[in-house]
């Protein structure tokens, strides 16, 4: 017999490993304490690595975490809730910080900086597409050589490679009535389209996103006007003034193709039916927020990342803000979530009032709305744009500093962990095609 037939877990009495643990729930509530107070840009990403060894210790011990210590010594001030957060997402995310080795580093000369432009873009034939003023490049990353250019004669303001890659969709500035071009690849031809949201000449597309059918568009403009079209440019469904006639900044569709979010100038987060774009919820934030990102798997969460700072996570299903977290001290451009592990990347800038050396930019790896697991430095200017390779394992951040940076995102870990997910992932796609 294992156990003492009185005592059932006697053998658990270990008082060195209880007080182990007892110092490890400790040290886990004041991590939890020191998440809550420490702005995500000033945590530091290897206190948390130091709690996971601890578990990992402990496994090693032999002792499963919560079944050590019998009832009457229980600390009754550890809260057992203190873990069950409302700001997590399913994530698996990663021990300790990464070595990371930087692939490359390329010069993108005049790369637009605004807020309201979306000029870069990673394509699933792994190619980088970046509109550089009046020229459009395409980069083949394997080869690292220069495979295209189009010359667009007006400064392009979004750009986005359908799913296939066969298509290129963009639009420029100054064009008659929010005009819309689409050059194919092969046949190098361009069908355009002017007015697919009906505004007056003055008016230009600031975003375009395929859906994930990859037979429909959803498209944007300054005017605050949204439409969901064909791949031939047929309109399906519009919505005028969908953000006050204020320009609509990112658009993004959900995994599930069910949904699609959009922010723009107005402060509004629009959650949106697709494809006849009804208006489901609506998230008013004092501030715009350039950076929406939607959960790989849970399809109804949507993080959102606002210039003053904010990250928020929503329920879109219920239509509810399950939590949010604020640091006035940073702005946050972009943010997204890696496909394979859940973890959200957000970029970043700070400045400390009153002391202008102080100014940075972070690329922040978050497994929770308030918890840094990991940091990517480099960039000395705002990050803009953060794009994916299309196997999700290389980040791509590209800013003001006009220059890219291309990250191995696991440092030395090994796809395979992802497996699982991957697979849930594809099904829920299927599911909706059919
Ligand atoms: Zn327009």
Redesign the pocket.
Known sequence: MNSDRFILNRKQLDVDTANFWIKHETMKENMEKYMRNTPLVKQDINRFSQIQRNEFLGRILGVKEGRKILPFIINNSINANIYKNTNSWPVIARTKPVYKPQLAVLDLPNIRNDICCNVLHWSSNDHIIAALGKIIYMWHVPSATMSKSINCFRDVISLRMDMDSTALAFSCDETYG?EIKIWNLFTSKIIEKRGP?G?SHS?YITCIEYHCSNKFMIIG???G?MAVTTTELERISHVRYAHNLLDIIKIKCSPNGKYVASSGYDGYVNIWSFPHLELLHSFYQPFCSRGISWHPWESSYLCIGTTNGTLSLINTALGKCLDKVTDEASIIYDITFNKLSGELVTSQCFCESGDPGSYGSQINVLSRLNRVVDRFEGHNRRVLFLEWSPDNTILASAGSDETIHLWKFFGAMKKNKFKKNIIADCFNLEKFIR
């Open positions: 929010c949201l505004c008016c403009c300054k005017k006007n």
